[in-house]
């Protein structure tokens, strides 16, 4: 597995700890997962002073500009109050061994939405159609910058709804908007079901793992990659904080 080293002066910590049996949903797809009941589950968190969103200047396109009442705010660093860090994908990245999985047939959207992508960060999975709209009045394009998988560039007018998909895993993939330079998103592609994107709360669940020991991966467009190995039983879960934190 490719691990990235671009930490940024970020150290992690992590804390264990066991709760009983409980399950919950998985980031991708539970039904076709190889089973076993066993969850990781739990929170990240960045501690310190992140860098505060800025308010994000429209005015080089009006119907971007009209389109809020306020300007809208960076997305780079998401947090809360209380640190809860939003859009970091937490992942098995070691441990599945060679099993297979095949892909959802119902697409993952990305929608181009007053002139910003959403949402910022987007997990799907290998060969899984993406579908990318321009909910717009002003025309965008799409443009992935992969590693590994092919580059394309594709122009959206207003109402537009295209089908793309990744056949290679990549995590993660930055998306632009050539027309509009504050636009940028990231795409996530995975091989296996066991993904999540944090929200708000800055939770994840990757649930019904098979027994086993794995490499769980928090990765952030700014704060680099956390890892941790994990042991987990059947129907025992576990909880796994991540806390990146300023040097
Ligand atoms: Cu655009």
Avoid at 37 to 43: E, Q
Avoid at 75 to 95: A, C, H, K, P
């Amino acid at each position: 597995m490719k691990t990235r080293t671009r930490t940024l002066g970020i150290a992690l910590t992590l804390a264990i700890c066991v709760s009983g049996g409980q399950l919950g949903n998985a980031g991708g797809s539970p039904s076709e997962a190889a089973g076993g009941g066993a969850s990781v589950k739990g929170t990240v968190k960045f501690q310190g002073t992140p860098t505060r969103p800025k308010p994000i200047s429209m005015a080089a396109d009006l119907s971007c500009a009209k389109e809020h009442a306020t300007p809208v705010l960076t997305e780079e660093v998401m947090t809360d109050s209380r640190g809860l860090l939003q859009n970091v994908i937490v992942f098995v990245s070691e441990g599945l061994g060679d099993r297979k999985f095949d892909p959802p047939t119902q697409p993952v959207v990305i929608d181009q939405r007053g002139c910003m992508f959403q949402p910022h960060v987007l997990a799907l999975r290998v060969n899984q159609p993406l579908e990318m709209i321009n909910d717009d009045s002003t025309a965008h394009n799409i443009h992935p910058l992969p590693a590994s998988n092919r580059e394309w560039n594709k122009a959206e007018i207003p109402g537009t709804k295209l089908v793309e998909s990744f056949p290679r895993e990549e995590i993660a993939i930055p998306v632009k908007c050539n027309i509009h330079p504050w636009m940028r998103g990231y795409l996530a592609v995975f091989k296996h079901p066991y993904f999540a994107v944090t929200g708000r709360d800055g939770s994840f669940d990757l649930s019904n793992l098979p027994p086993g020991t794995y490499t769980i991966e928090a990765w952030h467009e700014k704060f680099g990659t956390a890892t941790q190995k994990i042991t987990v039983g059947a129907n025992e879960t576990k909880n796994i904080d991540f806390v990146f934190k300023s040097m």
